[in-house]
């Protein structure tokens, strides 16, 4: 029934006047668990940086750069920073297995002096939001640009990996080395640092599929499988593979990743040559059946009829876990497609409508830029609360302990400091969700009274404001999976 629903309210929405459509009002409740995630290009520093760590001042001006970014994406509710990790075949840390990005520094393997992912998530976490590591998995880098990668490239360290496409190298998901070197990227990010997820983009085969140069490795490993059948089981055993060894080592890690935004055609709406099923050998709506993906993001960067029945079926076949939609918002630029504000207004008002797990947004910086009005309306109209991300209860469903008041003070002035126990979940330090309501004891299921989400444990508030409106606050812990303690009530 809920389908049907769904279904009938996508072909409604199709058939009405922009007038009609304006039913789906900004005014539509904030849910108190949302993802609410933008996407950081580091590719040719298009969202970051524009600025080159080659001096000293160098790195300051490129560190606060991205704290600029960072206090923009905040203050207009933004909950998740998918920073983009691994970027061609280099990295934006210091790594054993590949070089450096020239986004850093505009020197290939050129150590910017510093460690950006250490300091991404730093600052990301001070905020209060989450960092995924973003890794771009399939395409490699130029041929151009091979020779001046150095030693790290992988023309020298996995040459057999490797097929040519046009002038780009791409990693043959057939091989069965691709899925170890995968890995190892995966897990050499996921064992150094506290990242909050991994997001995986171009999980698939290149856009001119047929073309691809695997009719070696079909010939060695397909084992009498049809050629698409046994594409697709190649891009599964390597989501598989990476799943299983990174929530062996850190199971609270959120694994998502941006699947092309047309699953396959539906019954009464064609996908038009671009699915990810059918055309670059995506089983993305599989992988959330199996249980080997967390999240899933699909760029529907559509409009129209493009754009909702296939956000209806990425619904229904979410399987239990989330789906956020990615949305176009870089169309709205007058040098891409000049599409009007509303169209993505009414994508969102419709999303949020039929209960999908959030939005994520391509890119960060037509967000900060606020093109034609994208950043106003979220942070006035559309996120007026903050949000947690959903829990991963498939995951674990065990909620933490509630912290407990250890000190309270009176600052100079009209300010009062709250100090808590720290709290662990299952051997991890959890972060902390502040809540302020009318109501004693404080309301902590209304999203409208959630205040913040921070990693300290302390909370410094303006007395006389809290007074004036006769506020109560709450504190409660959330682990990494998401799962929320009862507060700790401040008498």
């Excluded at 057999?160 to 170890?180: F, I, N, S, V």
């Excluded at 995986?200 to 010939?219: H, L, S």
């Excluded at 829990?391 to 009209?414: N, Y």
Aim: proline share 6%.
């Amino acid at each position: 029934m809920k389908r049907l629903l769904g279904l009938f309210l996508a072909l409604w929405l199709l058939g009405q006047p922009l007038w009609a459509q304006d039913i789906f009002s900004p005014a539509e409740p904030s849910p108190k668990r949302e993802v609410r995630a933008v996407w950081v290009t580091t590719l040719s520093g298009l969202d970051w940086p524009k600025t080159k760590a080659t001096s000293q001042k160098g790195r300051e001006a490129q560190k606060a750069e991205l704290c600029k970014l960072l206090d923009q994406l905040q203050r207009c509710g933004i909950n998740t920073v998918l920073l983009q990790t691994r970027v061609r075949g280099s990295v934006i840390y210091p790594s054993r297995i590949e070089p450096w990005d020239v986004c850093l520094t505009g020197q290939f393997d050129k150590d910017p002096g510093y460690d950006p992912l250490q300091f991404a998530i730093d600052e990301t976490h001070r905020r209060g939001m989450e960092l995924h590591a973003w890794v771009v998995t399939i395409p490699c880098f130029k041929v151009a640009n091979a020779s001046k990668m150095g030693r790290k490239c992988m023309t020298k360290t996995h040459p057999e990996l490797l097929r040519k496409l046009g002038d780009t190298y791409y990693a043959d998901p057939g091989l069965p080395g691709t899925a170890d070197y995968l890995s190892q990227i995966c897990m050499e990010i996921v064992n150094r640092y506290d990242i909050d997820g991994l997001h995986f983009d171009y999980i698939r085969y290149p856009e001119n599929a047929p073309a691809f140069p695997d009719g070696q490795t079909f010939r060695k490993y397909g084992k009498g499988k049809k050629k698409d059948e046994w594409r697709r089981n190649n891009i599964t055993s390597i989501v598989r593979t990476i799943y299983n060894k990174v929530k062996a080592t850190k199971p609270w890690v959120r694994i998502s990743c941006s699947p092309v935004g047309k699953f396959d055609d539906l019954s009464r709406y064609s996908a038009r040559g671009w699915a990810a099923f059918s055309t670059v050998h995506q089983d993305a709506q599989g992988w959330l059946r199996e249980g080997i993906m967390d999240m899933l993001c699909p760029m529907m960067y559509f409009q129209g009829d493009h754009f909702y029945p296939f956000a209806a079926d990425w619904q229904e076949r979410a399987y239990g876990r989330t789906v956020a939609p990615g949305l176009g918002i870089y169309f709205l630029h007058p040098k891409e497609r000049d599409w009007e504000l509303g169209v993505v207004q009414r994508q969102l008002c419709y999303l949020r409508q039929q209960g999908l797990g959030g939005q994520a947004y391509f890119r960060s910086q037509f967000l900060t830029d606020n093109t034609k009005g994208i950043y106003d309306y979220l942070q006035h109209n559309f996120y007026p609360h903050p949000a947690l991300l959903p829990a991963m209860t498939w995951q674990s469903d065990v909620r933490p302990e509630a912290p407990k008041l250890v000190h309270r003070e009176r600052l100079q002035g009209i300010h009062e400091r709250l100090q808590w126990s720290a709290v662990e979940s299952q051997g991890v330090p959890c972060r902390y969700a502040i809540y302020a309501s009318k109501q004693e004891p404080a309301d902590t299921e209304q999203a409208a009274n959630l205040v913040c989400v921070t990693w300290q444990t302390e909370y410094t508030y303006n007395l006389l404001t809290s007074t004036l409106y006769g506020l109560h606050l709450a504190v409660t812990a959330i682990d990494r999976y998401g799962n929320e303690s009862q507060p700790m009530q401040i008498p």
